[in-house]
């Protein structure tokens, strides 16, 4: 049956400068080995399906789904699928904030001068690295051990593992070799820049690395970690993408109460019907 669909750019204001999401926007009737094989089809980083919430706070529910499997939880699908569903007129509850429901729990998404912002979830592994994944980590980067200023874990749902540099220029000059474990890079540019920081996101995928254009869910876990030990200061903006030929742009606040806002631009770039 033809099901509304939307293919949404995230962490951008121009189209195809962010990192793509693909949206069904009905996913009801769908199983999952039917999600699977098309997020797999798409073969973007992820893709999600719209549902009917199973809580009353909830306004929509979403299943994640990258090309080989299903997330709890990630960033710039959860901002990309709000976007198509607002403008699929879907209408929240509350005025100020739109809540998902997702694997990882409810979302709360709000409205922001910079674009739509999520409330960044609640790490499930944080902490040091070992010193022995530290030396793996820094061979597959093809860098010296030494380069690494400090590690951590950053885990809020995919499994991001964090290392800081001590300059964006050495994060932007990486040549990774083979990466099997899912890791972020964060390097601080010079103060006074348009941003705060650079950042790169590594995964494994099919015996190869491969590197995601702008990471909200990684973003959220850097932002947590950075904050805490004092080499962040909020609001700030992160630049990620750089590498690829994007421009991806995070912005990253907190709230009195202590809760970190990862928000960007978002923009819909296709629109039409699947036939699912």
Known sequence: MPRP???????TTTPYAGNPVAVV???AGLDTEEM???AHWTNLSETTFVLPPTVDSADYRVRIFTPVLELPFAGHPTLGTCHAWLEAAGTAERTDVVVQECAAGLIAVRRTADGLAFAAPPLVRSGPVEEAL???IA?????????IVDASWADNGPGWVAVLLAKADEVLALRPGFVDLDLGVVGPYPEGSDVAFEVRAFLPKDGSTV??????SLNASLAEWLLRTGRAQAPYVASQGAALGRSGRVHIARDADGTIWVGGGTVTCITGTVEL
């Open 5 to 11: 669909f939307s293919q949404v750019d995230v962490f």
């Open 25 to 27: 926007l009905d996913g």
């Open 36 to 38: 699977q094989r098309f």
């Open 134 to 136: 530290v030396q793996r």
């Open 139 to 147: 061979a597959a980067l093809n860098i010296e051990r030494e380069a």
């Open 211 to 216: 590197e995601d254009p702008v990471t909200g």
